[in-house]
């Protein structure tokens, strides 16, 4: 909700485009900005026609109907089209003020001419002569106010346009991307997105200012060439014969600019595609110290992009020296012709002629080159937009009946036959399912091999995820969808679970008990109103998974698609999950359920056994199958594979009332104060160059400068008489000044660019360093935001403005001296008119810094919903949650708009400012020196017009620009805050252990606390416990009791109170790299990055394809790589999403392998694969790690029940630690009253196979603690 609203608009049109010229609308925010830092509550809400949502319908529908044209006619569809038909009016419209915007700019020259005509045939007594001149000075007045007037209404109009037309394509983009099919999304990436959605469309916003040159130009340069021909004959072509030559020339870098461009745009999305990866696997990359390889990949990548960068800014470089060096050269030959041709030149030629010139050379060597290079860019980005639009989208055939032919809630397969990719169809589904038929079942898919993803693949595929070639799948009823990896996004717990739907309280408080969340909100200071970080950092892997639950849950639906949501919790809250939520409160609804954990399946009314990549078992394999399953437990009501309908209820209850919930987002972005200080300009500038080649920088400035004015002295005498003297000295300041001012452009642009590369790698080495908490309280999209926009500003958008800057600044100061030397008491109103400029400055950048900074941190909610809605993406299209999240982001992109547009509208109210007094001076001037008319030369008046009117626009443009560098380096003030964010311990210390450590593999725990946060609870209390070497631990307690952390605690994620021993070296003292090298983990998210599967097996390259090749075999994962296309050199998808999590998390088994550490810590690693699975994994473990600590984090006490001891956690401090067979004897103890929850069946055989343990000969038996635990 914001404090203001948009003015209302005045009735008529004129009325309304001089009111939108004036922005009086802005004063109150301009003066708001005095008082006080400006937020979000005090900016303008944007206008209805200016929304997202408006403008993107508007477009997707033109792009909607020219994708059908297209096919019809059979050509590729035109995105350009599509803008010209949407925008192609309005643009127009803007073309209209563009030209009569250039035609004053032919006439005025024209009047300047006749009032220095007036001069030069002088006589007082002529009367008519005065008062034409009168005359003609008051045109150059009002041409000059019309100049101003038309100028912002033109920008006005354009800067809108290239607004509307960015945000109408962020709009699709991101409906686009919610609606990719899985071929699709793994044809793009994350860091694509992030890139068309930062950088690409950022080009419209661009070319709309300068496209009307394209045709402007020309017809501008033929209309003052017939004017010149008219004023210097023949002589003119000597001029336009120079800007001949040098037009095609800028034309040539133009298309370059656009060739680099694509080339940069290609690099970029892979540099962000990396960075998303890092940020989002920043823990694993942390745990297996990995931050080097990952940073020598980020700066391979980025030296590559930087090598584009540069040779885009040298002819950057060039383009805007050969613009500053034309007009010496034009006006040097155009005159040297004419004097040598033997004509006699008067001020009033002169003058015309330079004015005239100076016009062409602005349009045609400035705008026409740069409307080419843009055009060429945004040439670039739409087909790359075009292309990802393009795509293909998730196509729901057969899925849904129409509401007349439903009756009872059902899933109908039949004859099915799916594939992830036709080509590589490893990872395929094929399945064939005939005459199923039951009512009220729930329809477990267990399957006893590997291939984990068959399971989520016949979800997919009921889901519409998975494209099938035959066969039928028909859906009746609605459809809610809890996934395997559980999906949060920032915001409340609560919010999480209602996703948009509104708040029942006695519904949501029975969700929130059958989903057993109760307790865990009680631990938490604000209960269900607790913020979660980005990815659910803050949470569990348990308390996410019953998140994601809860919210399918909460979701009124008719079929309950369950992906294994039980195999990320304990048994204890596995089984209330099972009794309450799925098998009591959706008891009446039909509910197909994944799952693993054998102990659930005898309340089933049947079940579908999944086997290898084929069919379902046949009946006499299922006998086979029967077999296995009823060893593990009893009372299975009925196997089979069959076709399941299902009718639905509503389950009444009476619950308590909730809290209102206060409106709660994730802590804002930190945003700096007031001025950019001085010390951010210093980091920028001498990071690139040190201070030596800044002074070089200054003395070729100098030199540049003195050589070009003294051309203009000569001009402004009756030079005509000294012009065969000075002819060569002349030609030879016009050389200095040419080859001193591209090599000062050069230099520059050279620094500038390595100023953006060395504070780039000094942020990305800061992220690298910086503790993992940082990437909990900060969304993704945030520091993307930095990584992307600001980067690219930095690269491109800063340094040229910069160097537009301080070449005008020069040449400002120039024309002053020159002009002071011939009329000394200009200084009075130019000095006048520094002071009142700057004044406006210090007015205009108090507010406008505030928005730039405002609109940088509202464009990172825009890419953290982005990247968030990307990783939900099949919970959001099965919740039909589309629509709510496009209107999310439209939401997020009002934001970003009302910032953006105040902040162009600011600058205009700056800039509308300076050119009326700019245009109050002109006018002061031309009056002036027609009433001090006694005792002036014409010269003398020729300068100071021309002078009078160069400082209107380069005076005001080079205080605009110096405001646009202050703005333009808030981004730099954002990356280098980056560049200082808090580091975590030092890689590596001078105390290094030795060699061979851990040679035992002894962790020792003494009174260890341990906080996540500072100011937060302690997540483990006073934890002293000794795991000696070569023993196998089992960790277990209830979702939330600190298991994790007290793996967070080994590895230093956070630093912890207390000691913390391996092998008697205290780890808080030696470097993490050399702590956390020496450790192995497979981790509860296993993390694959994009990179072949030989890069994620051994990154630093120091194992033998024979060593990958064992590890493989070792994990049952060789013959999966072996039908890779490339096998170990096959790329594998954006994190690794072609292979299933349990096969992830089997590589990171095989990485484990290979590290061949002493300590070995598996956090809840096989809780995605089936029993069977984990068995052959766990022996996998025993075998290669007999000789090693062994630290087993798991859900599934017969994966732990073998272990020497077990460890029982509960809210941070330890319950109980001993044998398990010692702890099962306890019927008090907590370990007894898991076994118990997981059946008689299941529980008769743990308790034999501790027994078994106790029995065996081991090397642990009878340990004791090193020092009481607390109970």
């Given amino acids: 909700i914001h404090s203001h609203s948009q003015p209302q608009r005045p009735g008529g049109f004129f009325q309304h485009q001089l009111l939108s010229c004036a922005y009086y609308w802005l004063n109150p925010l301009i003066w708001l900005g005095q008082k006080h830092r400006l937020e979000r509550s005090d900016m303008y809400s944007v206008l209805p026609e200016d929304r997202s949502e408006t403008l993107g319908k508007e477009l997707q529908r033109c792009w909607n109907n020219e994708v059908r044209k297209a096919s019809k006619e059979l050509r590729k569809p035109q995105l350009s089209r599509v803008l010209i038909k949407c925008y192609g009016k309005s643009y127009a419209l803007a073309g209209l003020f563009e030209f009569f915007l250039e035609a004053i700019k032919v006439i005025q020259p024209l009047l300047l001419g006749k009032i220095i005509l007036f001069f030069e045939n002088y006589h007082p007594d ?7 001149a009168y005359v003609y000075a008051a045109a150059m007045s009002i041409s000059t106010f019309g100049l101003t007037i038309l100028q912002h209404l033109y920008y006005y109009h354009v800067q809108r346009n290239g607004m509307r037309i960015r945000v109408a394509m962020c709009h699709m983009i991101y409906r686009k991307a919610l609606g990719l099919s899985t071929e699709s999304i793994g044809r793009t990436t994350t860091g694509q997105i992030v890139n068309l959605l930062s950088n690409d469309v950022n080009h419209f916003d661009e070319i709309t200012l300068r496209l009307h040159y394209l045709w402007a130009g020309p017809l501008q340069a033929m209309v003052i060439i017939i004017f010149l021909w008219y004023e210097i004959g023949p002589s003119c072509l000597a001029g336009v014969a120079t800007i001949a030559v040098m037009m095609p020339i800028q034309t040539w870098f133009g298309k370059l600019f656009g060739i680099f461009r694509s080339k940069t745009a290609v690099l970029t999305d892979s540099r962000i595609r990396i960075m998303n990866e890092v940020v989002s696997g920043i823990r694993i990359i942390k745990m297996y110290a990995w931050e080097k390889p990952f940073s020598a990949l980020v700066t391979e990548v980025r030296k590559k992009e930087m090598s584009r960068i540069l040779k885009s800014s040298y002819l950057r470089g060039l383009n805007m020296a050969s613009f500053f060096a034309s007009n010496k050269l034009i006006i040097f030959v155009t005159f040297t012709v004419y004097t040598l041709l033997g004509n006699t030149m008067t001020a009033s030629q002169v003058f015309v002629t330079m004015s005239l010139y100076g016009t062409i050379k602005v349009t045609l060597t400035l705008f026409f080159p740069l409307a080419i ?19 293909e989208e998730i196509e729901r055939k057969n899925i849904r009946l129409p509401l007349a032919e439903k009756g009872e809630n059902s899933i109908e397969i039949e004859k099915l036959t799916c594939y992830w990719d036709k080509v590589n169809s490893i990872m395929g589904l094929h ?3 005939t005459d199923i038929y039951k009512k009220n079942a729930i329809y477990p898919a267990y399957m006893h091999d590997i291939h984990v993803f068959l399971q989520s693949s016949l979800l997919s595929a009921i889901l519409g995820e998975l494209p099938y070639d035959t066969g039928t799948l028909k859906i009746k009823g609605q459809l809610t969808y809890a996934s395997q990896q559980p999906w949060v996004f920032p915001g409340t717990i609560r919010s999480n679970i209602l996703f948009g739907r509104e708040l029942n309280p006695k519904k949501y408080e029975r969700v929130l008990r059958v989903c057993a969340l109760k307790k865990d909100l009680e631990m938490f200071r604000d209960g269900d109103l607790t913020l979660i970080g980005d990815r659910g950092a803050t949470l569990s892997g348990g308390q996410k998974a019953r998140v994601n639950l809860a919210r399918a849950v909460y979701e009124d639906a008719d079929i309950y698609l369950l992906d294994d949501p039980l195999s990320a919790v304990d048994a204890e809250v596995g089984k209330h999950l099972f009794d309450k939520c799925i098998c009591g409160l959706l008891k009446n609804k039909c509910r197909i359920l994944v799952t693993h954990q054998l102990q659930h399946l005898r309340d089933v009314d049947q079940i579908l056994v999944l086997k290898e990549v084929c069919t379902p078992l046949k009946e006499n394999s299922l006998k086979e199958a029967c077999l296995l399953l009823l060893i593990h437990a009893t009372g299975i009501n009925k196997i089979t594979n069959s076709k399941t309908m299902f009718k639905y209820k509503n389950v009444p209850g009476s619950f308590l009332v909730l809290q209102v919930e206060a409106i709660q987002t994730i802590a804002e972005e930190t945003r700096a104060d007031g001025n950019v200080s001085s010390q951010v300009y210093f980091t920028y500038f001498t990071a690139g160059c040190s201070l030596l080649v800044l002074m070089v920088i200054v003395f070729l400035s100098i030199i540049a400068e003195v050589s070009h004015r003294p051309l203009m002295v000569p001009l402004a005498s009756e030079w005509r008489f000294l012009m065969q003297f000075l002819l060569c000295l002349i030609l030879g300041l016009t050389a200095a000044a040419v080859v001193f001012g591209f090599a000062r452009s050069l230099v520059i642009f050279h620094g500038l660019v390595r100023s953006a590369q060395t504070l780039h790698n000094s942020m990305f080495s800061a992220v690298l360093h910086t503790p993992v908490s940082f990437f909990d309280v900060n969304p993704i999209g945030r520091i993307l935001n930095r990584f992307s926009k600001d980067v690219s500003q930095m690269d491109s958008m800063l340094p040229i403005t910069f160097v537009d800057f301080y070449q005008l600044f020069l040449q400002n100061v120039g024309v002053i001296a020159v002009a002071a030397s011939v009329i000394p008491l200009i200084l009075i109103p130019v000095v006048l008119l520094m002071l009142i400029f700057l004044y406006l400055r210090s007015l205009y950048l108090r507010t406008s810094r505030d928005l730039k900074r405002l609109e940088s941190t509202t464009r990172s909610p825009v890419l953290s919903h982005l990247s968030s809605s990307l990783n939900g993406l099949s919970t959001i299209r099965a919740s039909r949650s589309e629509e709510k999240l496009t209107k999310d982001f439209d939401v997020h992109q009002d934001l970003h708009s009302e910032a953006w547009f105040l902040f162009l509208m600011t600058s205009r109210w700056f800039a509308l400012r300076l050119d009326s007094i700019c245009s109050i001076f002109i006018t002061l001037t031309a009056f002036g020196l027609i009433l001090l008319r006694d005792g002036l030369v014409a010269g003398e008046v020729g300068l100071v017009l021309t002078y009078a009117v160069t400082l209107m626009g380069n005076f005001q443009w080079t205080v605009r620009q110096s405001a646009e560098v202050e703005n333009m380096m808030t981004s730099v003030e954002r990356v280098v805050e980056y560049t200082e964010l808090k580091n975590e311990g030092p890689w590596e210390t001078q105390q290094r252990p030795p060699s061979d450590w851990p040679s035992q593999g002894m962790i020792t725990f003494n009174r260890v606390n341990f906080f996540y946060n500072t100011d937060g ?17 089992g960790i277990v307690g209830r979702t939330g009791a600190g298991k994790s952390s007290l793996v967070s605690a080994l590895f230093r994620l956070a630093e912890p109170q207390g000691k913390i021993y391996i092998d008697s070296v205290v780890t808080s003292e030696i470097g993490l790299h050399d702590l956390r090298q020496k450790m192995s983990i497979i981790p509860q998210d296993p993390v694959l990055f994009t990179g072949t599967v030989r890069t994620n097996l051994d990154p630093f390259n120091q194992h033998s394809d024979e060593d990958l090749w064992k590890a493989l075999e070792e994990v049952q994962l060789k013959s999966v790589v072996e039908e890779l296309p490339g ?19 089997l590589v990171c088994l095989a990485r484990a392998i290979l590290r061949k550490n002493r300590i070995l810590i598996i956090d809840e690693a096989t809780a995605n694969v089936d029993p069977r699975t984990d068995e052959l994994i766990q022996k996998t473990i025993r075998d290669k790690f007999e000789e090693c600590t062994v630290i087993t984090i798991a859900h599934r006490l017969n994966t732990i029940i073998d272990s020497d001891r077990i460890l029982v956690l509960d809210s941070g401090t330890i319950q109980e630690f001993d044998h398990p067979y010692t702890l099962l004897q306890n019927k008090e103890g907590a370990l007894y009253r898991m076994v118990q929850q997981m059946g008689q069946a299941e529980s008769a055989s743990l308790l034999e196979s501790a027994r078994q343990k106790k029995s065996l000969p081991s090397l642990n038996h009878g340990l004791h603690l090193n020092e009481k635990t607390q109970q």
């Fill in 373 to 391: 290079e843009k055009l060429s860019e945004t040439v670039v980005s739409i087909r790359r937009i075009k292309n990802f639009l393009l795509l």
């Fill in 1017 to 1033: 609870p302690p997540v483990l209390k006073e934890i002293s416990a000794t795991f000696q070497a070569k023993e196998k631990v």
């Fill in 1127 to 1145: 096998k170990l050199e096959a790329v594998l998808a954006e994190s690794g999403s072609n292979f299933s999590v349990g096969q992830r998390q």
């Fill in 126 to 132: 002529d009367q008519r002569s005065l008062c034409m």
């Fill in 431 to 433: 399945v064939f399912v």
